[in-house]
C-alpha cells in the first residue's frame, strides 16, 4: 500500500512538472531552468510526502484539514516567494 501511495505521489510531481516543460516549448514566457525544475520538485515532492505523512498518521478529520490547509498556504507562499519575492527576501526571483 505505502509502495502505490509513493508512485503516486512521484506520477503527479512529474505530471506537474511537464506543464511548465511543455509551456517552454510554445512560448518565451516559460522560461525555466534545469535549476527550477530541480526546486519546483523537490517542493512537490516534500510537500506531498508530508499529506502523505499526515494523512497516515492524523486521525482527527479537523486536525487532517487544518494541517493540510497549513501546509498548502505555506507551500503556495513559498512557491510566490521563489516566482516573485512578495516578501522581499534574497530568495525571491524578481
Do not use: C, H
Amino acid at each position: 500500500m505505502k509502495n502505490k501511495r509513493l508512485k503516486f505521489i512521484l506520477l503527479t510531481v512529474v505530471v506537474l512538472l511537464l506543464i511548465p516543460l511543455i509551456a517552454m516549448q510554445f512560448t518565451a514566457e516559460v522560461n525555466w531552468t534545469a535549476l527550477d525544475f530541480v526546486v519546483a520538485g523537490i517542493l512537490l515532492l516534500g510537500t506531498g510526502l508530508i499529506f502523505d505523512l499526515v494523512l497516515r498518521k492524523i486521525k482527527n478529520i479537523n486536525y487532517r484539514i487544518a494541517i493540510t490547509v497549513a501546509l498548502l498556504i505555506v507551500l503556495l507562499l513559498f512557491w510566490a516567494e521563489l516566482a516573485v519575492g512578495i516578501f522581499g527576501t534574497p530568495l525571491g526571483g524578481s
